[in-house]
């Protein structure tokens, strides 16, 4: 750190108003934009993937994107944890493994990166990503004035 970093940071510390915060440097993969999204899940990809909905039951009630296993954000951390053949009896799928993408989202994309952080935690290997458009960003993109069912 140059020295000229250390003082503007030494002033914002000591300054009320000011909290320094640390940077967060993320290991996932860049985020997944829309159209990639879409190539995905419609197979024009070739790349092996699982695909996680953190949102709470209750909003995925009103719709989901295709190939989405939910799994709310409060219960991720100790879904990835589980064994493989656990996982797979809870949630219908195969655990995710790191030889595959795992795509999050939710409903704007903050508690899709919070599960990716969770996740990152239990099981490093794993490549995940965040969706960060997440729902709001498929309905308006994909569904248009259609049903959201």
Known sequence: MTSAIRSVLATASN?????????????????????ELRQIIHGVS???????????PHEVAG???????????G???????????????KYGIDR?????????????????????DRVEKVDPKLITRNYRGSWLNYA???LGDKPLK
């Open 96 to 116: 995710p493994t790191p030889s595959e993408e795992t795509i999050f989202y939710c409903r704007s994309g903050k508690r899709s990166q919070d599960a990716i």
């Open 46 to 56: 070739s790349s092996p993937y699982r695909l996680i909905d953190v949102r709470e």
């Open 75 to 89: 219960e991720v951390a100790a879904a990835f944890a589980l064994p493989p053949s656990e996982f797979k009896v």
């Open 140 to 142: 308006e993109n994909a």
């Open 15 to 35: 300054t009320a108003r000011c909290r320094v915060v640390p940077a967060r440097f993320y290991t996932t993969k860049p985020d997944v934009s829309f159209s």
């Open 63 to 73: 719709g989901k994107v295709p190939t989405a296993t939910n799994i709310p954000l």
